[in-house]
């Protein structure tokens, strides 16, 4: 299985590596890291097996941002791999299938509850609520079409939401920075790429 993660953050940022570090350490299975903004439409994500999209520095009510991520957001519509959206790449994941995003008051920063609203393999080993680190000021505003609603907080109504038929999932919170006291984060990216191995199966 080959992963692509797709690098949405600004040039020379340290968080893309360390969350290509964690998924190589998850996942037994080939990992890549590209920069979005050299990614051709369809070109780079047929040559992999699952693709996950980072989060990243920008805002995406700021004017033209979306333009600069239209490959993502095309690919998103179209395809049956296995997704993981993470931050501003659960937020492309909602603008792709046509909800909103919308600014907050303040940025989140730091480890926040959520809590569990429909049962699915994604939070095998994790109880009802638990802890995640938060690191953004814009939100989904609500679930996209053919989306289902997977977990929410005080902070965030859409913290964690699936595809009713396919492998797409998209994240709020940052699960790759987790620690021994927050490991629900390691939970989440293990089960993720533990469905994703069944569904190409």
């Not at 692509?4 to 890291?33: G, R």
């Not at 995406?60 to 179209?78: I, Q, R």
């Amino acid at each position: 299985m080959r992963t692509l993660l797709i690098d949405n953050y600004l040039p020379n940022s340290p968080q893309i590596e360390h969350l290509y570090n964690v998924i190589k350490d998850v996942t037994v299975h080939t990992v890549e890291v590209k920069d979005y903004s050299t990614i051709q439409a369809g070109e780079e994500f047929n040559l992999h097996d699952v693709i996950v999209f980072s989060g990243a520095q920008r805002l995406l009510a700021e004017p033209g941002v979306v333009d600069g991520y239209k490959n993502e957001v095309d690919f998103m519509k179209s395809t049956q791999k296995p997704v993981l959206g993470i931050c501003f790449g659960h937020q492309l994941l909602a603008i792709a299938f046509g909800a909103e995003v919308m600014g907050m008051d303040k940025k989140v920063e730091g480890y926040y509850m959520v809590q569990r609203i429909s049962d699915n393999e994604i939070f095998e080993g994790l109880g009802e609520r638990f802890l995640v680190c938060q690191s953004h000021q814009e939100m989904v505003a609500d679930i996209p079409f053919d989306f289902e609603l997977l977990a929410g907080s005080p902070n965030c109504p859409v913290e964690v939401m699936r595809h009713d038929r396919l492998p797409i999932f998209g994240v709020q919170f940052h699960p790759e920075r987790f620690d021994d006291k927050h490991p629900a984060g390691r939970n989440i990216l293990e089960n993720f790429f533990k469905l994703a191995t069944w569904y190409i199966k």
